[in-house]
């Protein structure tokens, strides 16, 4: 997955480790994003959308990989302080206060701990292996934006009244992915589905 964050942010801009993007800003916008999917307004009925809050989770691993990524380039090392924070998850047992704890935190350090999206995942049920095969996804779809005029503006992102995110779960929950053509079915299958 670090491999796969490294390619997609030198897809992007091939000076990525010199730009000084704000990786902590993103994840705590991402956060906000997560919880209007969840549901917090209680002035009115909601219905968590949790396929949505998944993606908006794999979205965060996106830049916490990037930030981690910039703090020290060896992947192996960045795996193992990865897998040694995902172990000890922090214990908040309410999604929306774990949610505004990920954000807070993140902003305070600017930048995110493993721990507090370790908690958020298990607040959602998503083990690691949805997380592997959402986060592979994900990956494609924003090659697959940028292969498709997402930095000119030309992309379009809403395709037969859906946004390319429910395009994708939908997607992922018919195609396997243990096959070793994963990655290339979901980009054909994109692909397939795009207004030309």
């Not at 490294?6 to 919880?35: F, H, K, S």
Request: charged share 30%.
């Amino acid at each position: 997955m670090l491999d796969m964050q490294d390619a997609m942010n030198a897809r992007v801009n091939p000076d990525w480790r010199q730009a000084g993007n704000a990786w902590y800003r993103a994840i705590w916008t991402e956060c906000a994003e997560m919880l209007d999917h969840y549901g917090w307004k209680w002035w009115k009925h909601q219905q968590p959308d949790l396929e949505q809050v998944q993606l908006e989770l794999v979205d965060i691993m996106h830049f916490a990989m990037s930030d981690y990524l910039l703090q020290d380039e060896d992947n192996e090392a960045v795996a193992a302080r990865i897998v040694a924070e995902l172990s000890a998850p922090r214990q908040d047992d309410d999604i929306r206060a774990a949610i505004e704890t990920m954000a807070q935190t993140t902003i305070a350090n600017k930048s995110m701990h493993f721990s507090d999206f370790a908690n958020v995942l298990a607040l959602i049920e998503m083990d690691f292996d949805r997380l592997y095969r959402t986060y592979v996804g994900k990956n494609v779809l924003n090659f697959f934006r940028q292969d498709h005029g997402y930095k000119d503006g030309s992309y379009i992102k809403t395709w037969d009244g859906r946004e390319d995110n429910e395009h994708l779960a939908e997607l992922l929950s018919r195609l396997d992915s243990n096959s070793p053509g994963f990655r290339d079915d979901v980009y054909q299958g994109l692909k397939s589905r795009y207004p030309t």
